[in-house]
């Protein structure tokens, strides 16, 4: 597959395209600033941190995206090292690891294409999108619990501790105790609101974008996404070792999380191709989601996309029978 060009770059100065994407980065580090005022807006602004990075990537291609992101990691380090001295500096860290790397990466393979027998452009499948998001969160949690065990006690015990001095604060006794006991399930919780934030984004950028036709690649309708059937071995694997005991659980359970995520959008992908015929389609589908989020109908989400994908395999498989 060949990386497409933005094409909206291509008549634009050398200084105007990196002011832009200069710009992208300050905006984007302004916007996670904005969770020091505490506020409801300023959570809002925050969950919005990645969108500059996704408007300049999807719009001028993954270079833009790559100096936004370069641009918000040197702030927040600095911002860091300004506020707490060198303990800080992984600030500047935390934001290139959840913001400014993934968002490049996924830029740059939704913006791959290859030409179809008929010579007409066949972009980066949804699908593949998703698992690649699936890859960068697998891969972060493995360099976490391998990292913390090499130069530390093991992530575990840094979450427990983190989680006492904040229990401590809140409660007293039994309560400390369940508090505690909750903290291997912080990775999952973790991986899962970042995979969530990093789609919300993507998905708005690029939909703005459409609005005012300054997208490269074409709109995608979620009704066609399809996961690739590599995916549903590498789930079962996760969610086996999601019943071992130690840390083997935990990795388990925040490895099946972040596969349940992909699982979650092929789910949602079934329902619009369910009701993309419906004349009150503009009616259901703000209700599922209403009732996806808010009631807790996520989980059903999610066995909808694995049924998507058996279903997959039983009609490849009674296809090749037939043959």
Not at 56 to 65: N, Q, R, T
Not at 181 to 204: E, K, W
Request: glycine residues 12%.
């Amino acid at each position: 597959m060949a990386a497409a060009r933005g094409r909206h770059g291509r008549g634009m100065s050398m200084t105007a395209y990196i002011l832009i994407a200069v710009g992208a980065g300050i905006v984007s580090v302004l916007s996670l600033l904005a969770l020091s005022f505490g506020l409801f807006e300023g959570m809002v602004f925050a969950y919005l941190t990645p969108l500059p990075l996704f408007l300049v990537g999807l719009s001028l291609g993954a270079p833009a995206a790559i100096i936004a992101g370069g641009v918000g990691t040197l702030l927040t380090s600095s911002m860091g090292t300004l506020m707490g001295g060198p303990s800080s500096v992984p600030l500047g860290l935390c934001y290139l690891i959840a913001f400014a790397a993934p968002t490049v990466l996924l830029c740059r393979q939704s913006l791959l294409w290859r030409n179809d027998a008929k010579g007409q452009p066949v972009w980066y499948p949804l699908g593949h999108l998703a698992v690649v998001l699936a890859a960068i969160m697998a891969v972060y949690v493995l360099l976490a619990f391998a990292g913390a065990a090499l130069f530390g006690d093991g992530l575990m015990p840094m979450l427990e501790a983190t989680m006492k001095d904040f229990a401590g604060a809140i409660a007293a006794g039994e309560a400390t105790e369940a508090i505690v006991g909750q903290a291997g399930f912080v990775p999952m919780a973790i991986c899962f609101s970042t995979m969530l934030m990093l789609v919300f984004n993507g998905s708005l950028a690029q939909g703005l974008l459409q609005r005012v036709n300054r997208n490269i690649r074409p709109g995608a309708d979620i009704a066609t996404l399809q996961l690739p059937l590599g995916l549903l071995p590498a789930m079962l694997v996760a969610v086996t070792l999601a019943f071992l005991p130690g840390t083997a659980g935990v990795i388990g359970k925040t490895l099946a999380a972040v596969g349940a995520v992909t699982y979650f959008l092929a789910g949602l992908g079934v329902i619009h191709a369910w009701v993309r015929n419906w004349s009150a389609r503009g009616i259901v589908l703000p209700l599922v989601y209403v009732a996806v989020f808010f009631i807790g109908l996520w989980l059903a989400v999610v066995g909808l996309g694995l049924w998507s994908q058996i279903n997959g395999l039983r009609a490849a498989s009674a296809d090749r029978k037939e043959e």
